[in-house]
């Protein structure tokens, strides 16, 4: 319905909007230092698009789809880009080609490419595959990892701690995830103080980062403050980051929440890949492209080019032959 | 800690899970660890109150006119789920609003629940006294924040609309009727782009000055997020009190609870919002437009605030007028509990 003119640009991207009319600059800078008063100057963005979005989706997606999204991907900024999962093929047939994915992908001398490894064997494939970081995955819910790990989380610990420690001796940095961090689908709510016991000892054993994961995206800015504010009187807020999933809405609001309790590194997924398994139909993963949105409105750094991961968006839709769930996308590509 | 568990019967595994997680959460003890942690050291609303603008912004956007008694069976709903204050209608010209011909009719047709309040939209003093007659008890009257938007939707500059509504506002005081004021534009203008947060106080204020007991801040084309959000609403508090203040954000970058909850954090405490996110952007077609109350709702109980709206009740009104549209809900909370 008639064209929106490049003013509304200027709402989009704040760069463009200095650009176009310098003489803001100046009056902007105060409104950005009220900001960061209370806000990250920076945010470090996770992309899992490629692995916890493509994991989940139905049609195997041809290796040569996951390493091109991975390129296009690597050349919008996005400091982090998990790349795939060493998991065995039976239980996640779509992430089979794991080792043809990691060799084959570009990979930029700005940004790291995490792998999923949940045991000793997935490591020591991942590290002969080339990978130099890797990530397990813990649980604050006992029925959530034995149905999804088939262990209790005392186990998987020990599991953990094995990779953990042989990662130690070669230098590989590793990254913990703890699902169900506001909730889970088994069990409904989960106390805080026993997810920031998960985070604890994953952070302990020796991971730098531990993400904390909305697995079912039933959080509220409620919830996650008060889970925040437990795991924090354990674990430094430098060492955290939050994974939030969108599938009641609450993605943006939470991670709100997060940055402003000093949280600075954000898990999301480019086009909002990934459903949510628990609830057919419902959305999962948050968008990059609409956190983006908001940091960079915001004034808040993440040297991260949004244009081209709404490029990498429409990309991969196209190839899965499906929506974006990205608003910012939607409203892009309609406006234009 | 004691908890209430409302279990709901829904036919999805996860949706169950995202209703006990919220039931669970309400109980007294959690409710206050959470105003004190949830704002990050802000204090939040004890209660909000939602203004529901499903069945007149809503509908209004919809290209297929809306059948009479689908839209008073959907305020029927509205009302038999706790919303207190549901804007029923339009007094526009039907030459320029098709879609809410039927005003006069739906006035009269629907069922009005006491202590609930049922304002109309009246563009001028015509439009006022058509909605008098037709019974309305509360109307609301809209401004804009930028010049160019004003002439492009209603023809004539901010201030010749500001006085045209004051031939309103003073109609209504001599008749006891509240008038409601909302301001577009707030966060951003689809012909001007950016938005002075001092012309959009200047505009409140006027409207506040001319007798309107409350003052929507309307994200137009939902371009906000929360820098914009603080910024405009610390300029506009310094003109007009907070608790004459709402919000009335648009979901079309995904950006209208973290808007809200800025919102929240800075003392605003109505909403308005619109059942399964009824009514698209008229600038950037295809892309969505208002926030879906059933998700805003869900924030809000999740935070332990009181809106007297029943989710679930709410969730069942947002079905049945997606059934009659033939469309999908924009809810995100309604996609997480339907059936597939």
């Known amino acids: 319905m008639g064209n929106v003119p490049t003013s509304v640009k200027h709402c989009l991207s704040y760069e463009q909007l200095i650009q176009d009319y310098p003489w803001l600059g100046s009056r902007l800078q105060e409104e950005k230092c009220t900001l960061t008063r209370e806000y990250p100057e920076y945010v470090k963005m996770i992309e899992v698009g490629p692995r916890d979005g493509l994991q989940n989706e139905k049609e195997m997606v041809p290796t040569r789809v996951k390493i091109q999204l991975i390129n296009m991907l690597s050349e919008t900024g996005l400091p982090v880009i998990e790349a795939t999962s060493f998991v065995s093929s039976k239980w996640v047939p779509q992430m089979a080609d794991h080792t043809e994915v990691l060799q084959a992908i570009h990979r930029s001398s700005h940004a790291r490419y995490p792998v999923l490894t949940p045991n000793m064997h997935g490591f020591q494939d991942a590290v002969a595959a080339g990978a130099t970081e890797v990530a397990v995955f813990g649980s604050a819910s006992e029925t959530f990892s034995q149905k999804n790990i088939n262990c209790s989380i005392d186990a998987s610990m020990l599991r953990f701690e094995e990779v953990i420690c042989t990662a130690k001796q070669q230098q590989i940095p590793v990254r913990g995830y703890v699902s169900c961090a506001l909730g889970c689908p088994y069990e409904g709510p989960i106390e805080p103080t026993k997810v920031a016991e998960v985070v604890k000892r994953l952070y302990e054993l020796g991971c730098y980062e531990v993400s904390l994961g909305d697995t079912i995206g039933v959080g509220t800015p409620g919830s996650m403050a008060k889970m925040l504010h437990y795991v924090m009187k354990e674990v430094p807020s430098s060492a955290l980051a939050v994974h939030c999933h969108n599938t009641y809405g609450q993605a943006l609001a939470n991670i709100l929440t997060a940055l402003q309790m000093g949280i600075c590194a954000v898990d999301s997924s480019v086009a909002g890949l990934g459903g949510c398994p628990y609830s057919q139909g419902a959305s999962g993963n948050v968008s990059t492209e609409d956190v983006l949105y908001m940091l960079h409105v915001m004034g808040i750094k993440t040297g991260v080019d949004l244009s081209k991961v709404i490029e990498a968006g429409d990309f991969i839709c196209k190839a899965l032959n499906r929506k974006t769930n990205s608003k910012v996308a939607q409203a892009r590509s309609k406006s234009s | ?340």
């Not at chain 2, 003093?125 to 160019?148: C, H, M, T, W």
């Not at chain 2, 995904?254 to 698209?280: F, K, P, R, T």
């Open chain 2, 1 to 340: 800690m004691a908890a209430v568990m409302r279990f709901v019967k829904r036919s999805c595994f996860g949706s169950r899970m995202g209703l006990q997680c919220l039931s669970l959460s309400r109980s007294a003890a959690v409710a206050q660890l959470v105003q004190d942690g949830a704002s990050a050291g802000k204090t939040l609303p004890e209660r909000v109150k939602i203004v529901e603008v499903g069945p007149r912004d809503g509908l209004q956007n919809e290209k297929t006119v809306v059948p009479s008694e689908v839209k008073i069976h959907l305020i029927d709903m509205l009302s038999e789920a706790g919303l207190s204050v549901i804007e029923a209608t339009s007094f526009v010209s039907p030459k320029w609003v098709p879609q809410m011909a039927d005003q006069v009719e739906v006035m009269m047709g629907i069922h009005r629940r006491p202590g609930v309040s049922y304002p109309v939209l009246t563009p001028n003093l015509k439009g006022f006294l058509a909605a008098v007659n037709a019974g309305a008890a509360e109307v609301a009257i809209f401004g804009a924040a930028s010049e160019l938007f004003s002439k492009k939707n209603i023809n004539c500059s901010v201030d010749e609309s500001l006085q045209r509504f004051e031939v309103v506002t003073k109609a209504a005081k001599e008749a006891g009727v509240p008038v409601r004021g909302y301001v577009s534009c707030v966060l951003g203008c689809p012909y001007e782009g950016k938005v002075s947060p001092d012309k959009v106080a200047q505009v409140a204020k006027r409207l506040y000055s001319m007798g309107c007991y409350e003052i929507s801040l309307g994200d137009t084309i939902g371009v906000g997020t929360p820098g914009g959000m603080t910024e405009m609403l610390q300029a506009v508090s310094r003109e007009v009190p907070v608790n004459a203040l709402a919000v009335h954000c648009h979901d079309t970058y995904g950006q209208a609870l973290a808007n809200i909850l800025i919102a929240l954090q800075m003392g605003i405490s109505v909403v308005d919002s619109s059942v399964a996110g009824l009514g698209g952007c008229p600038y950037a077609q295809g892309a969505s437009g208002n926030v879906a109350t059933e998700d805003v709702v869900y924030m809000l109980h999740g935070l332990g605030i009181q809106t007297g709206v029943d989710l679930p009740k709410l969730m069942d009104a947002g079905a049945f007028i997606c059934r009659s549209l033939n469309k999908k809900t924009s809810s995100k909370v309604a996609q997480a509990t339907c059936k597939l």
